[in-house]
């Protein structure tokens, strides 16, 4: 069976990954399958840049396998742009209450239409043979004036969906994984992974065969 390596140790990430990409005749594996896995630093300047960087970094790792990797975070125009590619330290503070709580604070004098945000998730996929495939998600939405909701993680008690009505730390996963960011990335790479698979099955069958 093919493998597929999935570039991140987030738990949360993990658990929307393994759900969106269920049922594919593959074995996933993250970085916490593999020992002693060495940290591929994030010094890109934007979500592509960090994405493309674990991508390459951890090729390496999975020879004649899939490798995948993601960065995403969320973005808030009137506050030029951060947390952005900063989310997951936002602030050097050490969890999700503590960067939410700051986020708040940044925010306090805000309203309206400056509380626009949007979430962004970048996948970079690095292929067998040294191919390289990137897949986009974005949504819109506001930064809440309070927490509401402990599903999901990071901002997601913050973060106002106008559609769904709520917040995405009330959203179910199923809600979340239809709307969301990285909802829209990953199943834009299953397509293509669905298409690349079915392609191969004729070719590695014939070769069983011989």
């Known amino acids: 069976m093919t493998d597929l390596l999935f570039a991140t140790t987030n738990p949360g990430k993990q658990r929307e990954i393994r759900g969106l990409l269920s049922g594919l005749p593959l074995r996933l594996l993250f970085l916490n ?16 840049e960090n994405a493309r960087l674990k991508a390459r970094g951890y090729a390496a790792l999975l020879p004649g396998g899939y490798v995948a990797a993601e960065d995403s975070g969320i973005v808030v125009p009137a506050l030029g742009g951060e947390p ?16 939410n709580e700051l986020l708040l604070e940044r925010m306090a004098s805000l309203d309206g239409e400056a509380r626009a945000a949007y979430y962004e998730a970048i996948v970079v996929l690095m292929e067998p043979g040294g191919a390289e495939r990137l897949f986009r998600g974005r949504v819109h939405g506001f930064i809440a004036k309070v927490p509401e909701g ?25 809600e979340k994984d239809r709307l969301s960011h990285r909802g829209e990335a990953i199943r834009a790479l ?7 698979l079915k392609e191969r099955a004729p070719d590695e069958a014939r070769e069983e065969n011989g």
């Open 33 to 48: 399958d593999l020992p002693a896995v060495p940290e591929v630093e994030e010094t890109g300047a934007t979500f592509e």
């Open 84 to 99: 952005g590619v900063y989310s997951a330290r936002f602030g050097g503070r050490p969890d999700d209450l503590s960067r």
């Open 190 to 196: 299953r397509s293509y992974l669905e298409s690349v």
């Open 150 to 174: 402990e599903r999901g993680f990071g901002y997601d008690p913050l973060f106002y969906h106008p559609s769904l009505g709520k917040t995405f730390g009330r959203a179910s996963q199923e």
